[in-house]
């Protein structure tokens, strides 16, 4: 069912063969090749943030120095692969937002400085995914500058535009929305972008008002006379350009404003200098946007759109993240978009690191990619795109395949289908299972529900990867949702690193953190504190950072000296898996020895004959439990108050222990 340990296997036996062959007919002592990365068991990854995780030389921001120096602390819990943050430059401080995916982040160092990164985390034994974002890229990508600029760019085509998204839409015109039908229109995935500007050049506005003396149309004239007379206390604005206003003018009546304008968008009607609430926003109506020379254009209060000059034109471009910062990119069908020009350009990106020697990469937002989530476009480009980055990957020496997990933010059931394109994918579900279990103080469903989405993987993908984690830089902090406690958070720890599955540490959470994104984002991407006293890279960060929380005692340096931290916890289960193949590789199994008590969770952990007994106590209250035939003299880890009896095993509150049968 369950083929995690292949890589680790091939790797192994490949280590094995090299070493009898040389046995065999090389007397010579020479030294063995070393293995670029070395085999282990734990399947760890820890998914840090560049900005915010160690910054070597003090300016605030977090580096690839500073990752390199605190390698030994990863390798200490266990770590064998390390996800970064998005490392290219970008328009946000998270780095979502790509405007080059060839090169790095000067914030971060340099390319010589990720190079560094790499060779000498495999020279510890750890592997470095990339964060690559397939689904859109900046809107100030040149890419897309280009695109928006002239439709005859050789990128106009990397991403979507029309003059009518929701006719395309129905139609089936466009590719990348071409299963939903009508249904697949959102106003709010749609931008306006404009061509053409004004230049500078004289006008005079004349606005026409209702009855209620409110904005109702808008003409545009030519003159060669920008003086205005009358009086200037309409409280009527026309709004243009860079945040420029002009108050129109009352001249008898006639409300004019005539001005040497020029604008990059067009222009809009405001009856409040402060707020655009409250219906003080006039616009064009949606579709009906452009000014025509002495054309009276009739005003929306509603939709508000921006007012396009004569000069202009303009077209909608999609971002399905509701967000105008981002321009999704336009793979053309599925079936096909190995050929589009978007394909080739992210591939020839991901080939340049691959080749630098990264080994894997996290994909970002993988259902939003295509349009429809549910449809079977996204695993084909999935597939597409894994299948050209093995190629690379195999064609620069390597003997294993190359890693790759999607981000598909939803259900096991909605992201078992995704299996059929990438080999490993996050599971949302194994978090918001484990609060909940651990909320209610009720252990003894557990394990089955996280056995039911291993079912449900394994329908699409004989090895899948199961990327287990508890939060993420996307969610509420694991201990905001465990209301801060530290002995649930040291539970939902060892729960994460006894489990099946290839799990995440998300920073900060191996040191007990808490934040809640009702606040902001930033307050769940803290910056690790290293040392009691010292700072930490809180330069990106905005202020929103929760100082009190970055106390002394919460410190790196204070867990290390500290046997009852979380990061203990941390170590010590991460070090087992190390040592134990079964806790790190093996099938997990059900244990119905400790059925009679539904605090409890227990699991068996088997890997050829390595069999490991597993054993949380999700309540508050001590449990016992009887094994009757599991073994429960050998215990190699433990968390909380453990006792052992003859038969009898006593496990405090929130207390895990685990046997080597
Ligand atoms: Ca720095
Ligand atoms: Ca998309």
Known sequence: MKKLSILFALAAAFLLQGCVAKENTDPTPTPEPTPVVEAGTSGITYQLLVYSFCDSDGDGCGDFKGIQSKLDYLKEMGVQAIWMSPIHPAASYHGYDVKDYSAVNPDYGTEADLKSLIDAAHAKGIK????????????????????????????????????????DIKAGKIDMIAKEGSSGYDSGQWFQCVSGGSGSQKVKFTLGLDGSRKPKTLTISRTDDITNSGTQNTGIYLYYGDGSTLQFYNDGGAYTASLDLESSW???????????????????????????????????????????????????????????????LNYGPAGTCETSGAFKAVCESADKWINLGVDGFRLDAVKHIYHKANSDENPTFLKKFYDHCNATYKAAGHTDDIYMVGEHFSDASEVAPYYAGLPGFFEFSFWWTLKDAINNGTGKDFVGTIQSYQNLYAKYRADYIEATKLSNHDEDRAGNDLGRSKAKMKLAGAVLLSCGGQPYIYQGEELGYWGSKGSGDEYVRTPVKWTKNGGAATGKLSGKVDNSMLSADISVEAQEADAESVLAVYKAWGAAREQYPALGEGLLGYCSEASSNSAVSAWFRIKDNQKILVVHNFGGGSANINFSNSNIDNMIVSDGQVSV????????????????Q
């Open 128 to 167: 470095i995914y990339l964060d690559y974002v397939l689904n859109h890229t900046s809107k100030d990508h040149p890419w897309f500058l280009a695109a928006k600029a002239d439709p005859q760019s050789e990128y106009r085509d990397f991403y979507i535009f029309s003059d009518n998204p929701q006719a």
């Open 645 to 660: 009896s003859g038969k009898k095993l006593t496990l405090g509150g929130y207390a895990s222990a685990a046997f080597l």
């Open 266 to 328: 067009g222009v809009l009607i405001r009856t409040s200098l402060t707020t655009w609430d409250g219906g003080t926003k006039y616009g064009a109506p949606t579709g009906k946007n452009q000014l025509a020379w002495d054309e009276p254009l009739t005003l929306s209060n509603s939709d508000a759109q921006d007012i396009l000059l004569p000069s202009m034109s303009g077209t909608w471009y999609h971002s399905h993240m509701w967000t105008s910062w981002f321009a999704d």
